[in-house]
């Protein structure tokens, strides 16, 4: 695959970014929920849980396909260089917005409460590496997670190889999810989620599911055909009626944890991966600006959120009925204002470095 055929593809990923950010967004704030359930079950826990899958699908294919062979020394160790500089970025942005919400984990967990200090700091050291120091930056330690793993085993043995034990694990994680009632009659394995539960909170991380996802955008580089847009786009709509029906199951006839982990969402990211990756989008649009935007948006939303909870009851109090929706559009629309400060101050040469590792 051509450098060429990779950038003019390009557009329909970046388009897919923004519409999945928004996609987070719902997640997070319910917009049905006051409205009616089962619409507000339909958008969260069916179509928005396609957003994170595929964001390290996106976060897989282009790493994979920009790493190159060039390496370079760190200490002792000789690693690949392109690899070297995504971690440090990633890193370095982690530790910005990690201390951009710290005010709220410090006020959630800490004031207030008996814990003493060290080690107050201590689990927040070990849920930093482990689980995300805030309620969707996990992205970040699944992820660097991910790529490591992929960078190192996915030479050596090879990335169909890689694949397949990454899908191992998810289906291990999926038992601690979304199919977690399935397993309430065996005591051994609850006992054995359980412990991962105490260890890692979740089965959401980056061996029990975002391993899969960043492995199955690596292998999709590495294919010079893909399924046109159209035919792409039938199979995401027959995959995502195969993830409704799961979802709807799992919630009548099971117990879930979550909705997280399920079996549709892999024919549906995959062929909706395609699907925007075929698309050859002729709109005169700064497709930048909207790649870039949906990434502030992603990182941003937890504060307008926050923000919101505070003003809702100052000042909506008489639109309750309208809760939800009232919240999705707030949080929403302070996140792409903000974003839009963020990414022209990004481009702007005298203030770029104010918001350099934003994203």
Same mark, same amino acid.
Do not use: C
């Given at each position: ?7 003019k593809h390009?557009n ?6 923004f ?20 619409p ?5 826990q069916?179509?928005s ?5 595929m ?8 790493f ?10 760190? /200490?002792?160790?000789?690693v690949n ?12 942005v ?17 004031? /207030?409460?008996?814990?003493p ?10 849920w930093?590496?482990i ?21 190192y ?7 169909n ?7 191992v ?6 038992f601690?999810d979304?199919y977690?009632?399935?397993?309430? /009659? ?18 959401r991380n ?27 786009g ?7 009626l ?13 117990q ?11 024919p ?19 497709y ?10 992603f ?15 100052l ?25 839009i ?16 590792y934003?994203?």
């Amino acid at each position: 695959m051509s450098s060429r055929i990779l950038h003019k593809h390009a557009n329909g990923l970046d388009v897919g970014k923004f519409i999945l950010a928004i996609f987070v967004i719902a997640v997070h704030t319910s917009p049905l929920k006051s409205i009616s359930i089962t619409p507000n079950f339909i958008l969260v826990q069916i179509l928005s849980r396609n957003a994170v899958p595929m964001f390290f699908m996106i976060s897989g294919y282009f790493f994979y396909y920009k790493r190159g062979t060039s390496t370079i020394k760190v /200490g002792k160790f000789t690693v690949n260089e392109y690899y070297y500089k995504t971690i440090k970025r990633l890193l370095a942005v982690y530790l910005v917005w990690s201390l951009v919400y710290l005010f709220d984990v410090v006020n959630r967990y800490y004031i /207030g409460s008996n814990i003493p200090l060290p080690l107050f700091i201590l689990a927040y050291a070990y849920w930093a590496t482990i689980y995300g120091t805030y309620l969707h930056l996990w992205f970040f330690p699944s992820v660097i997670f991910s790529l490591t793993i992929l960078s190192y085993l996915g030479p050596k043995i090879g990335l169909n190889k890689l694949l397949g034990i990454a899908l191992v694990f998810y289906l291990i994680g999926m038992f601690g999810d979304s199919y977690f009632g399935l397993v309430q /009659g065996f005591p051994w394995i609850v006992a054995f989620y359980k412990t991962i539960f105490f260890l890692m909170n979740t089965t959401r991380n980056g061996l029990l599911f975002a391993l899969f996802f960043v492995t199955l955008g690596a292998v999709m580089s590495q294919r010079e055909h893909h399924l046109r847009p159209l035919k792409a786009g039938i199979y995401t709509l027959i995959s995502l009626l195969f993830l409704t029906w799961e979802a709807f199951s799992l919630r009548f006839y099971s117990q879930p944890n979550d909705y997280n982990i399920m079996i549709g969402l892999i024919p549906t990211a995959y062929f909706g991966f395609q699907f925007l990756l075929g698309l050859d989008l002729k709109f005169k649009l700064d497709y930048k600006f909207i790649r870039d935007s949906s990434t502030v948006i992603f990182f941003s939303h937890p504060l307008f959120l926050i923000l919101f909870n505070i003003v809702f009851p100052l000042y909506f109090q008489d639109y309750t009925a309208f809760h939800s929706v009232i919240r999705f559009l707030f949080v929403f629309i302070l996140s792409l204002l903000f974003s839009i400060v963020v990414v022209k101050m990004r481009n702007h040469p005298k203030l770029s470095f104010l918001v350099k590792y934003l994203y």
